[in-house]
């Protein structure tokens, strides 16, 4: 029986000021309707353009956890939790077709036949015109789909970490990515924490925080 979602989620701040990144996850499964809800509250992310140049993929069978696993580094989490998010990013989505993101804007009444245009021509340019920071700018909007999960996850009773260490070439063969232009940005298990993790503590504002001009320290 999976543990029951807290009754009433937590807000915001709530949620931002009590995530830890867990390494140690029950096996207990996650029910459909809230591993839908998270995935609904990871896709309203915002995303250059709204290209939403992300792909993720929810890695939940047991072999496939496993092999994910030995891609990154055996590293335990993984196999544990129900549920993993790899996040990939497309650096070649903003010269796509555009039409499905370009109709729903106008659709929504958010964008207006003259934005809808203007659209048509400039994402494409603007992401051609980046070169080699295409990547950077797809994995970018990814790491930012991946902050919602991580906090939508803490709000609903669930915990999660952020992984940074795998073989991305291994990564991309275990979830069948053979595209060249597609990234891995980030790995998350989501599950439920078998373990309590104190917060180490971050340093004060006037070690990385400057107003105006960098070294400029803030104070608060």
């Known amino acids: 029986m999976s543990p029951s979602i807290q009754a009433q989620p937590l807000d915001v701040p709530s949620a931002i000021i009590q995530r830890r990144s867990i390494k140690t996850f029950k096996t207990d499964p996650i029910t459909p309707e809230l591993l839908k809800q998270l995935v609904e509250l990871t896709?309203?992310?915002?995303?250059?353009?709204?290209?939403?140049?992300?792909?993720?993929?929810?890695?939940?069978?047991?072999?496939?956890?496993?092999?994910?696993?030995?891609?990154?580094?055996?590293?335990?989490?993984?196999?544990?939790?129900?549920?993993?998010?790899?996040?990939?990013?497309?650096?070649?989505?903003?010269?796509?077709?555009?039409?499905?993101?370009?109709?729903?804007?106008?659709?929504?009444?958010?964008?207006?036949?003259?934005?809808?245009?203007?659209?048509?021509?400039s994402i494409p340019q603007f992401q051609a015109g980046l070169g080699d920071k295409r990547r950077e700018y797809a994995i970018k909007d990814a790491i930012i789909a991946a902050t919602h999960l991580v906090l939508a996850a803490e709000s609903l009773g669930l915990s999660t970490c952020f992984m940074n260490g795998w073989i991305e070439e291994k990564v991309k063969e275990v979830i069948g990515i053979t595209d060249p232009d597609l990234a891995i940005a980030v790995v998350v298990p989501v599950g439920y924490a078998a373990e309590p993790r104190l917060n180490p503590g971050r340093l004060p504002f006037s070690y990385n925080v400057s107003v105006d001009r960098i070294g400029n320290p803030y104070q608060g």
């Not at 496993?66 to 990013?89: C, D, E, G, K, M």
């Not at 207006?112 to 245009?117: D, L, P, Y």
Request: negative net charge; aromatic residues 10%.
């Open 43 to 121: 896709v309203a992310a915002p995303s250059s353009f709204n290209i939403q140049a992300w792909q993720i993929i929810l890695v939940q069978d047991e072999a496939q956890r496993a092999a994910l696993s030995v891609a990154s580094w055996n590293q335990q989490q993984i196999v544990q939790a129900p549920v993993t998010f790899v996040f990939a990013a497309d650096a070649t989505a903003g010269e796509k077709d555009l039409t499905p993101i370009l109709e729903q804007g106008r659709a929504t009444g958010a964008w207006s036949e003259g934005t809808v245009n203007y659209f048509k021509n």
